[in-house]
């Protein structure tokens, strides 16, 4: 079992940066591919971003390719997704979630456990 709970999101104008982090804690972090997903109001929840349970590898969707980006602290069990030149149709609840193999880590699907989720507002 593995308990997520992200935090740091918040409300921003556009252009601006925000981190927002997820700390897991149960079994070994380490062992896990690492993604994030976002759901706007009356959409789905959509791929983000993943990292490769020692951080190798990364994957990100096309719409947050160069601006977002993953990582991960082994060490600290927190995963972190930096998120640059914010734009308002970034607005959405950001959901971290832990999956056993990076092969699956774009698909909603391929993860076992999910955090509660934390708000970021992108105003224009």
């Known amino acids: 079992q593995v308990q997520l709970v992200e935090s740091g999101g918040g409300l921003v104008q556009a252009g601006d940066s925000l981190r927002v982090s997820c700390a897991a804690s149960g079994r070994t972090f380490s062992f896990y591919t690492m993604g994030w997903f976002r759901q706007a109001p009356g959409k789905e929840r959509e791929f983000v971003a993943a990292?490769?349970?020692?951080?190798?590898?990364?994957v990100y969707s096309d719409s947050v390719k160069g601006r977002f980006t993953i990582s991960r602290d082994n060490a600290k069990n927190i995963v972190y997704l930096q998120m640059n030149s914010l734009k308002p149709e970034d607005t959405a609840v950001y959901f971290c979630a832990a999956a056993d193999r990076f092969s699956k880590a774009t698909t909603r699907g391929g993860y076992d456990y999910w955090g509660q989720g934390t708000q970021v507002t992108v105003s224009s």
């Open positions: 990292i490769s349970s020692f951080g190798a590898n990364t």
